[in-house]
């Protein structure tokens, strides 16, 4: 079996690659070594919709991040995906701070936002009453919105099945070998032959890298903790709150979520691990002290969640995009926090580099929308329509209609983690108090490797 | 659109006790809104003994035998797999049904009687990574009771309350090895002997004075690292249940017009289990964690008691209210107001309270500064306390106010 393109890594950027180039008429394959898509950095972000507003000028990510943002406005309603149009609020908490705010204005109307400006207290204070009395003064982004984070890749993807791509899941790309054209790729499930290869492997993006060159870049996953607060906390801000960014960092944000949480976060701690995205306790509760700090009404709320993205940074700011023609190959990697929001845009991007390169594609004269359900929670759910079977997860009201959409389909979820990520269920207040013994009675049978058996 | 006498939410024993004593007294049209597909609460799939002591004339039952018998009790219409979505102001209540959809039931009393959860791992925050085989005793019960399934083979315990026990007679039912019961008091907080029980009838290992660090593994627990003595050491398991540390199920509310309290995580309720809008009503464990069935049941039958008063517009009018202050080491005290001016027989209302850390002392009550009660009490965590409120006056009250004086 030989594919125009084989992509390693099936996270956002992954899967949006494949949409693009499948919907172009190449023959694409997507390989993930999970058991579902967005098993790695993808699957733990803080789901906005980034303006740009603070991109470095004339940087790709900057480009991809506007072409990407656009795109999803254009195309966020034929996949059925949700768009909470909160914006953000640049909120300095003293006058060092304030006297930033200035600059940060003129710096994002260089980027082409000139809609962005400067809010002086009292009308910060009217907006957002529920912020502390230290909120002096901030920068209004009335484009930063908020998305949902796993909705978008999967819609992606299964526009790119459509379209006529494959997937292949639990499938662990361990090496690769140069053909006459392109690529043998080795893996764990057997050979895979593309003629060209695209690396968007996240986290991994330096060790698949090493397939076709010493890799020109290290990642080091930085590691970023969240706290989920419970419902009640969504309705004490109305924007997306965020900090003066410091040198390292976009620092922590308190934004509302899609399914009507707010969440704290993130943290930026470096570490060696690709995969361990482990909570710590001390980071946990400093995040809940900021927010507190922030939003005092949040004390009396319970946390939700907690949770940990590692993203794939590298010793570059920008991201790590190149066609290597010679090799028949593109890199794609470092593409740190902005990828849920860019990877539309990149995907243009690596289909401009491919069509120079290696083939042309063509834009689908009639795309085939595969709309995905909705899990926002400002928008129409089967819980209140008729005929949802029953409501298994009380906390986020998912129903038996959308664990059984889950299942069906051309890429039914994978495993616990990515059946959660399709439905919500045990995502909420009670974490599977009320609900898990029923989800895995649901899943029973059709996720391999869930670890439940019969009582003896 | 229907409109009921009495809506009320939640078929475990408090809203299924209150079902039963409001059909009794005369009310007929009573409706039982239940999410679950079959009503009784938790103890549907509490698998042990030890249910329904001087609430049915029976020896002590398993929790879904017990939970069968107020069911069959309750003598009001029980809509299962009905889920409440919202509750507004004139009694109000969103719901939805899977083959009917979304609707509006109106009740000229509503009864909350939602129930609690137990507190998950996220929000104790607990370090390290989220593998499968992390839960709650109640999911724990599910698996085993109801479904038939053993989620985990080797479990460590995470609590000493109550509950905590019954997490290790339903692991030792589906043949779950238990590696520890650890706690992180000096003692366990359920009554001895406990964990007497724990170590020579069960033979689990009882670990005090220790703390969850972290949990470790990737698909599945494979580690747990606790604090002891102040040592780190590792244990090895496959699951993780975290016992206890109950809240108020208060989902339905979060969004609603009724005053919650922070210190119970329930609603606000007066002597007569009437929330802030006098046409709604709580009883049960949704006003506090944690009391035992049969005293949710018997809170069921007075709140009903006081709806059928309600409804007769024999209550005194709420618009005057006392609070009821507190301070540390009291966590909580309820009915969290009192409204004074009693011209009606309903039973001598008692306070109740619960303690942060073990304490002794002289617990006082007091009627605006006044001491009306006070006895020396040894109080520890997680035990009911309760306070006469018989003395209080009637008439002219500004506040009451629970205290205890440590010695």
């Known amino acids: ?456 | 659109m229907t409109t009921h006498d009495v809506v009320i939410i939640g078929g475990g024993p408090a809203g299924l006790s209150a079902a039963r004593r409001l059909v009794i007294s005369g009310i007929r049209d009573v409706v039982v809104l239940e999410r679950e597909t079959e009503a009784g609460g938790i103890p549907r799939h509490c698998g042990h003994t030890g249910f329904g002591l001087g609430q049915f004339l029976a020896l002590p039952m398993t929790g879904p035998e017990y939970a069968r018998r107020c069911v069959a009790a309750a003598g009001a219409p029980i809509r299962t797999r009905t889920t409440v979505t919202a509750i507004e102001p004139g009694g109000r209540v969103h719901v939805t049904h899977p083959e009917t959809g979304p609707d509006v039931i109106i009740g000229r009393c509503v009864l909350l009687a939602t129930g609690i959860r137990e507190t998950p791992r996220s929000a104790r925050l607990v370090s390290g990574t989220r593998p499968w085989g992390v839960m709650t005793t109640c999911a724990l019960q599910q698996f085993v009771y109801l479904r038939n399934t053993k989620p985990v083979t080797c479990a460590v315990v995470v609590g000493t309350e109550l509950v905590s026990f019954s997490a290790l007679l339903t692991a030792r039912h589906a043949g779950i090895q238990v590696a520890a019961m650890i706690e992180e008091g000096e003692r366990i907080v359920a009554r001895r002997p406990g964990d007497w029980i724990a170590r020579h009838l069960l033979g689990v290992p009882v670990l005090t004075g220790t703390k969850l660090v972290a949990i470790r593994g990737r698909e599945r627990v494979e580690t747990i690292e606790i604090e002891r003595q102040g040592g780190r050491e590792t244990l090895a398991c496959d699951g993780v249940v975290f016992t206890g540390g109950f809240q108020p199920e208060t989902a339905i509310l979060r969004s609603a017009h009724l005053t919650l309290d922070p210190s119970t995580g329930g609603p606000a309720i007066d002597q007569y289990f009437r929330c802030s809008d006098r046409q709604v009503f709580a009883a049960g464990n949704l006003l506090r964690p944690v009391e035992t069935s049969g005293m949710c049941w018997a809170e069921g039958r007075i709140a009903a008691g006081n709806i059928v008063l309600a409804l007769q517009n024999r209550l005194p009018d709420a618009s005057y209210p006392v609070p009821v202050t507190f301070s540390e080491p009291l966590k909580y005290v309820y009915p969290q107001r009192f409204t004074i001016q009693m011209p009606v027989a309903a039973p001598p209302p008692l306070l109740r309270a619960r303690v942060n850390r073990a304490a002794r002392g002289r617990l006082r009550l007091l009627a605006d500064g006044r001491e009306l009660w006070s006895r020396w009490v040894h109080l520890l965590p997680e035990r009911r306390i309760t306070i006469p409120s018989d003395r209080l006056p009637t008439t002219g009250l500004q506040q009451i106010h629970v205290e205890l004086i440590e010695d």
């Open chain 1, 1 to 456: 079996m030989s594919y125009d393109v084989a992509i390693i890594g099936a996270g956002v950027v992954g899967c949006a690659i494949f949409r693009r180039l499948a919907m172009g008429g190449a023959k694409t394959v997507l390989i993930e070594k999970g058991a579902d898509i967005l098993s790695g950095a993808s699957k733990g972000n803080s789901a906005m919709l980034h303006t740009g507003y603070d991109g470095m000028l004339d940087s790709l990510e900057l480009a991809c991040v506007r072409a990407g943002y656009a795109e999803y406005l254009e195309i966020h309603r034929h996949l059925n995906l949700p768009l909470l149009e909160t914006g953000g609020l640049l909120v300095a908490w003293n006058e060092a701070e304030a006297a930033e705010l200035p600059t940060i204005v003129e710096h994002a109307h260089r980027t082409g936002l000139a809609d962005v400006h400067l809010v002086d207290e009292p009308e910060l204070k009217r907006w957002e009453p529920h912020l502390a009395p230290a909120a002096l003064a901030a920068v209004a982004i009335p484009g930063e919105h908020i998305i949902d984070p796993w909705s978008p890749p999967l819609a992606y993807v299964l526009q790119g099945i459509a379209h006529g791509g494959e997937v292949r899941r639990r499938t662990e790309v361990t090496g690769g070998e140069r053909k006459l054209v392109g690529w043998r790729l080795a893996t764990n499930a057997g050979p895979i032959e593309a003629g060209v290869v695209i690396n968007a492997a996240g986290n991994y993006g330096d060790l698949v890298e090493a397939i076709a060159r010493p890799s020109p870049f290290r990642i080091t996953p930085r590691k970023g903790q969240f706290v989920v607060f419970d419902k009640p906390a969504a309705r004490f801000v109305r924007s997306s709150i965020l900090p003066v960014p410091t040198e390292r960092t976009k620092g922590v944000m308190v934004v509302r979520t899609a399914f009507g949480n707010l969440i704290v976060g993130p943290t930026a701690e470096d570490q060696e691990d690709r995969a361990d995205a482990a909570v710590d306790e001390a980071q946990l509760r400093v995040l809940i002290d900021q927010g507190i700090r922030k939003l005092p009404a949040l004390a009396d709320v319970t946390v939700t969640a907690t949770y940990a993205g590692l993203r794939p940074a590298t010793q570059f700011k920008d991201y790590q995009i190149a066609a290597l023609p010679e090799r028949n190959w593109i890199t794609v990697a470092g593409i740190r926090s902005t990828g849920l929001t860019g990877s539309l845009g990149i995907a243009r991007h690596v289909a401009g580099l491919y069509s120079q390169h290696f083939g042309r594609l063509r834009d689908p004269a009639t795309p085939i929308w595969t709309p995905v359900p909705n899990l926002a929670e400002h928008l129409p759910r089967p819980y209140q329509q008729i005929g949802y079977g029953e409501v298994v997860c009380h906390c986020e009201l998912a129903t038996r209609a959308e664990i059984d959409a889950a299942f069906a389909g051309p890429l039914p979820a994978g495993d616990l983690g990515g059946l959660k990520r399709r439905t919500r269920c045990m995502m909420g207040r009670c974490q599977g108090f009320y609900c898990s013994a029923r989800v895995a009675e649901l899943a029973a049978g059709r996720l391999a490797d869930l670890p439940v058996r019969s009582a003896a």
